[in-house]
């Protein structure tokens, strides 16, 4: 119960400095969602990828339009209800209304641009992965 309340109070002071969301709420794991995004996570980010990127840019040639880049991609679920998986006892259900300060500051939060969407409806991942070369955007129905 400790471990829980911890790990709340840590997401909820990680989301007080993301910017570019509204309708922000904390949501305990239901088991069944969980065990499905994680079998598509480990697909997209396992040392093996079993999926194949949507689309690829190799960061060299996109340089600081990488930004704009990811807006694009998720341009399709602004103002939609999305989540994103905390920690093994949360995820934060919000709306994104400004995808360039929302991509911004989450991927200066996390110091990357691995960032995973998950959307309820249709049930699909929005996945960014960031290697050294290259970042991949995957979308994947569950």
Known sequence: ???????????????????????????????????????????IFGYQREIKPTQEVCLKLIGDGVIKWQ???????????????ANEYYFVRFKIFDGMLFIKS???????????????????ILAFSDDEYTISFYEEMI
Request: glycine letters at 6%.
């Open 1 to 43: 119960m400790l471990k829980k309340k911890i790990a709340l109070n840590k997401v909820v002071a990680f989301f007080e400095d993301v910017e570019g969301v509204s309708d922000i709420d904390f949501i305990e794991h239901e088991r069944g969602d969980f065990d499905k995004y994680c079998e598509k996570i480990k697909k």
């Open 71 to 85: 807006m694009e991609c998720l341009s399709s679920i602004i103002g939609r209800e999305v989540f994103i998986d």
């Open 106 to 124: 989450i991927c200066s939060l996390n110091g990357n641009n691995d960032l995973i969407l998950f959307v309820k409806s249709p049930r699909k």
